[in-house]
């Protein structure tokens, strides 16, 4: 908007100059006349007819059949018996300018603006020596711009914006030492800003802006002492702002937006006394805003959003009384709102979003009767809503959103009865949605997201007719959701996710012709889904999934053409997926995943050519994959676990090049893995898990990724599996049929064991022999199942291993093998005869009764996930408990953090510690959300994110108060959680909870982002206090880790972290009902970098698990 407004005073001015032009100016200097008579001008004139085209008959009146041609031609003025002027704006004339039109000795106007002449400027305009303005903006010229015209000394206007000129501005520009206005904007300039232009004196209007220039701006422009306007935004620009702008005491307008320029803005600038239009916005301005500021008495617009400018803001603005707009958005700004911006009463606009603003409104708002517009979303503002703020009687425009506001919206609100746009949301505001919102009939976005309001949705809001946009998701609704939202006829987005919202999908919802996005997802919504909603031509996001729909998929939804987000999943839905589904020509992600759906994988959505995610996993799908899945040359995610899907995997799937995640674990898939998948070369998840595949894993797949994703096929062979013994058809015995050492077991070998053993050891293999045997010959699908081995007391969920294997590999419990002692006990690392490592826990005398640590274990078992360290089996018996873990090779994050402050950086960069931040969030928000019932971690430090051999991070030790009991550790420890990072309402009442667990990843997230551990704070400060002190203070670099300081102020790294900091005082909020779920926290972790990361549902980023 900035940048229109002062685009548009430089018209106005620009248009000043013409009329001047026409006038006095340029009329009042007659010089003499050249060479050359009217006859040479007609014949020029009849020439310039000829070669253009003229496709409206404009100029079908340039005859000579009278005596005063061309002198009464249309567009043609005359004086002292030459032609001295050709004004032919706008008469859609095309064609090259002919060159004939430098043969107008003595024209001193030319405007041939707004039409659509093509080719070069000709260079033969430099013989108009008596030319005063030349207008040729608004046409399709390209070529470079002809240094000849610097021949012109009398050229006052130049106004060549809005054509396709390319090329560096020539030096010779300086030469028009008569020049007032110079016009080349929205054109393909490149190169240096020419330094001759300060040769200009008498330049007063100077507009360059949308170019490619580079480089500094010249200080020498600081000579141009008439300067009235200078836009050179929307360029390249960089380096520093010349203090030598200073002395442009003239100056009005000044557009240096959209540029590269940084550096503190000068001092010098705040002198500038005219100055009424100051446009820095978007570049990368440092430091704070002086009181100088409140010099500017004649400012009327102040816009420098998106810089990095921190501290206070000055309190000034009651000296600033013809200010109208303020935007200061997309900075680091601390501290208040000043008292004084109350005082500022001609504003219209103010725009202070995306800082970090702290403390209570202003109390005298009410003051400003004038705005049209306020924004202060995303900072720290807290306290209650302003009901100052319902005196606003012209607000158009208000957004609150993303602070820290308490209590009910003010009553009253509907006196502000001209509003279209209301955004509180993301706060923590609570009680009924008032119904006084019915009365703003002006409304067109209501955004009330992410807050504790309770109640029902009010019926009434059906009545706000001009309603676009409707955001209710994430509070505490209950009951029905009305019917008469079906009478907002011009509502685009309906969102009312996240809530506990029950009863049946409205069929008026069909009437919304408009709607585009409709997100019901997360209630408890039972019935059928309408059929009408397949009415809805226009929508293209359908999200229902987490509800409790029944019934069957309705084919009417196959009539959303337009659909690019179709999300069903996790509902009851039953029956066929229907055929109609093939016509969703535009959608990108089909999720009907987590319902009861039967039948085959229907060939009809090979049709659905912009597919990207494709994810059907956990319903009952049987039958084969078909091969034409292939058609989808757009396909990235395939989904398709937990069916009954059969027959082999079809060899096409390795022609889908696009793909990057494939899960086809827990189904009946046979045969070999196909080889070409190895050809997928942008595949980072494959999940091949749970089948009945036989035969040898291709290497190239074999060496990309580990055992989890092939496990639980006991015909599977060969690297990366544990036992990487010969594949059968080398004539080796198959891997189910091998010992655990990996050699035969033959009669001999037994005999020679009982014969140096004893008779024991021999009862004792034979009962594991029985094991094997009973493993071999049982269902196949019962690999997926706990394994008993020995005397039932070695439970593995995968590969087998005895706990004489175990004893072997810690040899039995050495000091030698422990890696680590913790209250749940002592860890050791076990190196076993095939050559993998494993981590087994033995946790402490006083755990609990073995039939209860069976259950737990066993539940434990089932929790799987990328970035888990997932439980791959236990031991029990007596008093002896055993836990058996992957090992995990590159320590835990509190070891790696303590490496990295002695290491200056290199070994924990910003790039690895998003990742790492990124991980656990997934860890975490997959214990939440996924398993049933959730998991609490209780005890979210950086000890317990551990790393395996590709430095992916897992989170571990949860869940271990179900399995033993062991008393607290006073020096480290609380009842619940570990000193430092358990939040306080944990600390205070002993119990934890999911919002807790975020608290502790707020404060993990901290210290991985500061490098200072929670606990080195003194008895009055922590490291939540210590943060906000610094980001309050504008000691942005005193956040950082020291390996961290190496991060450049204008890289986007810089603001990724910033964002990062944000995302942990989130999740360290002092209400829990205040932080982000950790679904939630996943989503702005995602947000914060622009990388590729692993591939995760549409409809939640945890939900696809690992098999491991």
Request: proline residues 6%.
């Amino acid at each position: 908007m900035g940048g229109v407004l002062a685009y548009a005073l430089g018209v106005i001015l620009v248009c000043l100059s013409s009329l001047v032009g026409n006038g006095v100016h340029v009329l009042a200097q007659d010089a003499v006349p050249s060479a050359g008579s009217l006859q040479s001008d007609l014949s020029a004139l009849q020439a310039f007819q000829r070669k253009i085209t003229d496709k409206n008959g404009a100029l079908v009146t340039w005859t000579s059949a009278n005596n005063s041609a061309p002198c009464n031609w249309k567009g043609i003025s005359c004086s002292r018996g030459r032609v001295s002027e050709l004004i032919l704006p706008g008469l859609g004339l095309s064609g090259p300018l002919p060159d004939e039109l430098g043969l107008l000795g003595d024209l001193r106007r030319l405007s041939l603006r707004s039409n659509q002449f093509t080719g070069r400027i000709p260079s033969s305009l430099s013989n108009l020596t008596n030319l005063r303005a030349l207008y040729l903006h608004e046409n399709a010229l390209t070529g470079t711009l002809p240094p000849e015209l610097g021949k012109l000394q009398n050229l006052q206007v130049l106004n060549l914006g809005s054509n396709g000129l390319v090329g560096v501005i020539p030096s010779e520009t300086g030469d028009l030492q008569s020049l007032r206005t110079l016009d080349l904007s929205f054109n393909g300039f490149y190169g240096n800003l020419p330094g001759s232009l300060a040769r200009c004196l008498n330049l007063s209007e100077v507009f360059l802006t949308e170019n490619a220039l580079t480089g500094s701006i010249p200080p020498d422009y600081g000579s141009l002492q008439n300067l009235q306007t200078l836009g050179l935004g929307s360029n390249n620009l960089s380096g520093l702002l010349p203090t030598e702008l200073g002395n442009l005491r003239a100056l009005q307008v000044l557009d240096l937006s959209r540029n590269g320029l940084q550096g503190p803005i000068p001092v010098s600038l705040w002198t500038l006394e005219s100055l009424q239009f100051l446009d820095l916005h978007s570049n990368k301005f440092t430091g704070s805003l002086p009181g100088d500021l409140g010099n500017l008495l004649s400012l009327q617009k102040l816009n420098l959003d998106d810089n990095l400018l921190s501290g206070d803001l000055p309190d000034i603005f009651d000296r600033l009384l013809q200010l109208q707009e303020l935007n200061i958005s997309s900075n680091q700004l601390t501290g208040p709102i000043p008292e004084s911006l109350s005082e500022s009463t001609a504003l219209r606009v103010i725009r202070l979003d995306h800082n970090q603003l702290a403390g209570n409104f202003p109390s005298r708002l009410n003051m400003l009767t004038q705005l049209l517009v306020l924004s202060v979303s995303n900072n720290f503002l807290m306290g209650p809503v302003p009901a100052s703020l319902t005196a606003l009687s012209n607000l158009l425009a208000l957004d609150l959103s993303q602070n820290h506001f308490t209590g009910t919206v003010p009553a009253g609100i509907s006196s502000l009865a001209v509003l279209t746009s209301l955004s509180l949301a993301g706060n923590g505001l609570d009680g009924e949605i008032p119904a006084e919102f019915s009365q703003l009939f002006s409304l067109q976005v209501l955004d009330l997201h992410s807050n504790a309001f309770t109640g029902t949705i009010p019926a009434s809001l059906g009545s706000l007719q001009q309603l676009q946009v409707l955001d209710l998701s994430s509070n505490k609704l209950y009951g029905l959701i009305p019917g008469e939202l079906g009478s907002c006829t011009n509502l685009q987005e309906l969102n009312l996710s996240n809530q506990n919202l029950s009863g049946v999908i409205p069929d008026s919802l069909a009437n919304l012709r408009n709607l585009q996005i409709l997100n019901l997802s997360i209630n408890s919504l039972n019935g059928s889904i309408p059929s009408g909603l397949g009415s809805l031509s226009g929508l293209q996001t359908l999200d229902l999934h987490a509800n409790s729909l029944s019934g069957v998929v309705p084919a009417e939804l196959g009539k959303l053409q337009q659909v690019s987000f179709l999300s069903l999943a996790s509902n009851l839905l039953v029956g066929n997926l229907p055929m109609e589904f093939g016509d969703l020509l535009n959608v990108r992600v089909l999720d009907l995943s987590k319902n009861s759906l039967v039948g085959n994988v229907s060939s009809e959505l090979w049709r659905c050519s912009s597919l990207i995610t494709l994810d059907l996993d956990d319903n009952q799908l049987a039958g084969p994959l078909p091969a034409g899945i292939s058609q989808l040359v757009t396909l990235e995610g395939l989904f398709l676990q937990k069916n009954d899907l059969s027959s082999e995997i079809p060899s096409e799937l390795g022609n889908m090049t696009t793909l990057t995640a494939i899960d086809l674990s827990e189904n009946n898939f046979t045969g070999s893995i196909p080889a070409g998948l190895a050809n997928l070369f942008q595949l980072h998840m494959l999940n091949l898990s749970s089948n009945h595949l036989s035969g040898s894993i291709p290497p190239l797949l074999a060496s990309r990724f580990n055992a989890s994703s092939f496990l639980g096929n006991s015909l599977l062979c060969g690297r990366p599996l544990q036992n990487s013994a010969k594949c059968p058809n080398d004539g080796s015995t198959p891997v189910a049929f091998e010992k655990d050492g990996g050699g035969g077991l033959g009669t001999g070998a037994i005999i020679g064991i009982a014969v140096g053993c004893g008779g024991i050891v021999l009862i004792l293999l034979g009962i594991y022999a029985l094991g094997v045997i009973f493993f071999i010959r049982g269902d196949r699908r019962e690999e997926r199942d706990p394994v008993p081995f020995g005397d039932h007391k070695m439970i593995m969920f995968q590969s087998p291993i005895s706990f004489a294997n175990v004893l072997q590999a810690t040899g039995q419990f050495d000091e030698e093998h422990v890696l680590s002692r913790t209250r749940y006990g002592i860890v050791f690392k076990a190196f076993l005869q095939d050559g993998s490592v494993l981590s087994v826990r033995r946790l402490p005398d006083g755990a609990v009764e073995n039939s209860q640590f069976r259950r737990e274990a066993e539940a434990l078992g089932r929790v799987r996930h990328r970035n888990i360290n997932v439980l791959r089996g236990f031991y029990v018996s007596g008093d002896v408990k055993l836990l058996i873990y992957d090992y995990m090779p590159n320590g835990n994050l509190a070891a790696l953090l303590q490496e990295a402050s002695h290491q200056d950086g290199h070994v924990l960069n910003w790039p690895m510690r998003h990742l790492i931040a990124l991980g656990v969030a997934r860890g975490l928000s997959y214990l939440h959300t996924q398993c049933s019932p959730p998991i609490i971690h209780g005890d979210v430090k950086p000890r317990n994110v551990q790393f395996d051999a590709d430095f992916e991070a897992h989170l571990s030790d949860f869940c271990l108060d179900r399995l033993a009991v062991v008393p607290v550790d006073p020096s480290s420890s609380t009842p619940v959680g570990s000193l430092g990072y358990v939040a306080p309402e944990a600390l205070a009442s002993g119990q934890v909870t999911r919002e807790s667990d975020v608290y502790s990843f707020g404060i993990v997230l901290l210290e991985l982002l500061t490098g200072r551990r929670p606990v080195v704070f003194p008895q009055d400060e922590d490291i939540v206090k210590w943060v906000k002190r610094q980001l309050q203070s504008g000691q942005i670099q005193e956040l950082f880790d020291p390996s961290l300081l190496e991060l450049d102020p204008e890289s986007s790294e810089w603001e990724e972290f910033l964002l990062a900091v944000k995302v942990a005082l989130l999740c360290t909020a002092p209400d829990p009902l205040d932080r982000p779920s950790m679904t939630e926290v996943v989503f702005m972790l995602e947000g914060c970098r622009v990388a590729p990361e692993l591939p995760t549902s549409s409809s939640d980023p945890t939900a696809h698990t690992s098999p491991a």
